[in-house]
């Protein structure tokens, strides 16, 4: 594989990036926009009401956050003026045909300039409702497929998936697609359209029953958990995940596609600066509930590995491909971007790396204390994690429950309150489960090809690092990661 220089690539490139708010399509942009001020446009969708809605949901959601930092500092009063030159905000929604772009000369400006189409709309929410999930996460990449295909100039499609479609596999998992109707229990019978019909017949009859609300939603949860357990998938995101990889890699003709598999992805490693993060991971808010000492213990395989990589990492590695797989038409690659291979880390660490963060920077409460943490008690298997909750809060529970009755109810909103909290807990255990007790490790070799090829051609490595043996965990936890998840999502 010969690569060229990549801002020579991006240079006067249109690129179309879906769900243009989140959190590493922000990072993509604003990479972009600091290292190729030459870009031809970035056309950034995302759901707003009209134009001057998704300008300012725009600016107030990316532009006004520190991660635009250093372009501000070299732009100063100029800054909007230079994005607006170089980006076109649209309202718009990829659960709608045309991505639901209005505006008919966009639609047709937008056809006959983008070069590089980027996926990256989808709802990432584990314990998502079922009607959500499948009309963002599939058949909306289905309509951004139909809407590339449309785009005369179109060099590649980059679809932004996830390692964890691979579900509680164990070992090496590679990087191969799955095909139409596959399974991951030997399940026959799944089909796309089948799981459309079975969710809408679901909301129909739901409807037609005078459900409140709540009742819906809490139904459609419900469904999206049977359905992709049906199937052996754990929950609804990676399923519906699945299925898109799926409906894409059958329908995309000659377009060249390609679907990247990030693992969990953490706050940024160096670009466009150490330590910018949002967005709530369940990894992030077990070390700061354990630094605010609400925490007294952990739930996982101590030896099994988790598999995290630097948001940064994943668009620099997002960026390369692009440029990479230019004009291979009707082609398709997978890259699976982690650290589990090359650079892995155990799931105890980030709880040594908490506790001696906070030890050393303690956690200040509403009283201004510092809150004192100790050790943790890791919890190794759900037998343990039953004795833990039953002892802890289930007798405790029933005994509330007692006197509560004895005493007419007295105690029902405590009661009440107690018993939500301690399902919650457990409903959010049933779903992380498969993770904290995960035995599979991704194979990157594609990705370490493309480094290689990255690295022998001389292109721009200092500029596009994505180089996981690079990273030096207990620097990075102790001095970026921890810090920046302090300041930026629970400060």
Same mark, same amino acid.
């Given at each position: ?79 909007? !003026? ?33 070069d590089v189409v980027v996926n990256l709309a989808a709802t990432t ?12 996460? !599939? ?10 295909k449309k785009c005369s100039k179109l060099k590649v499609l980059l ?33 796309? =359209? ?7 017949? !679901? ?11 709540? %009742?819906?939603?809490?139904a459609m949860k419900e469904l999206g958990l049977q359905r992709a ?33 990030? !693992? ?20 992030? %808010? ?44 009707? %082609? ?48 190794? %298997? ?52 498969? =993770? ?56």
């Open positions: 594989m010969e690569l060229t220089s990549v801002l020579k690539f991006l240079e006067n490139r249109a690129i179309l990036v879906t769900g243009a708010t989140g959190f590493l399509a922000k990072i993509f942009v604003e990479k972009i926009l600091r290292v190729q001020p030459n870009v031809k446009k970035l056309y950034l969708l995302l759901r707003a009401q009209d134009n001057n809605a998704a300008l300012q949901r725009f600016n107030n959601e990316a532009v006004a956050k520190d991660l635009f930092k250093l372009l501000r500092e070299k732009h100063g009063a100029n800054l909007n !003026t230079f994005i607006s030159e170089r980006t076109t905000i649209i309202p718009g929604d990829i659960t709608i045909e045309n991505l639901g772009v209005k505006d008919t000369n966009l639609l047709e400006e937008m056809w006959r300039e983008v929410n584990f314990d998502e409702r079922y009607d959500v999930a499948l009309g963002l996460n !599939t058949f909306g990449a289905i309509n951004v497929l139909n809407f590339a679809h932004v998936s996830t390692a964890y479609v691979s579900g509680e596999k164990r070992g090496l998992i590679l990087e191969t697609p799955y095909n139409l109707g596959e399974t991951l229990n030997g399940t026959s019978g799944l089909d796309i =359209y089948t799981e459309k019909k079975v969710m809408e017949e !679901t909301l129909k009859q739901l409807r037609v029953e005078g459900s409140s609300q709540e %009742s819906i939603t809490s357990r049906k199937y052996g998938w754990p929950n609804p995101y990676v399923f519906t995940k699945a299925l898109a990889e799926m409906i894409l890699g059958d329908m995309k003709e000659d377009v060249l596609l390609v679907i990247f598999r990030p !693992t969990i992805v953490t706050s940024t490693l160096r670009d466009p600066f150490p330590g910018w993060v949002e967005g709530i991971r369940t990894i992030d %808010s077990l070390a700061v509930g354990y630094g605010k000492g609400k925490l007294t213990c952990f739930l996982g395989d101590p030896e099994a590995i988790i598999d995290l990589i630097p948001a940064d990492m994943v668009v620099n590695a997002m960026i390369v491909t692009m440029m990479a797989h230019a004009d291979q038409r009707g %082609s398709q690659i997978i890259y699976h971007v982690g650290t589990s291979v090359s650079n892995p880390v155990k799931f105890t660490c980030p709880q040594e790396y908490a506790f001696r963060h906070f030890k050393e920077h303690p956690w200040i409460d509403k009283q201004g204390k510092p809150v004192i943490v100790g050790k943790v008690n890791v919890l190794s %298997s759900m037998d343990s994690f039953r004795r833990y909750m039953a002892l802890r809060y289930m007798l405790p529970l029933k005994g509330l429950e007692i006197v509560n009755t004895i005493l007419c109810q007295f105690f029902q909103d405590k009661y009440s309150e107690l018993d939500r909290k301690i399902k919650f807990v457990m409903r959010l255990i049933d779903l992380y489960e498969p =993770y904290l007790f995960f035995k599979g490790v991704y194979d990157d070799m594609n990705t370490e090809k493309l480094r290689r090829a990255a690295k022998e051609s001389g292109i721009e490595t200092d500029v596009f690092n994505f180089n996981p043996k690079s990273i030096n965990w207990e620097d990075y936890f102790m001095n970026t990661h921890i810090p920046g998840v302090v300041k930026y999502v629970f400060k």
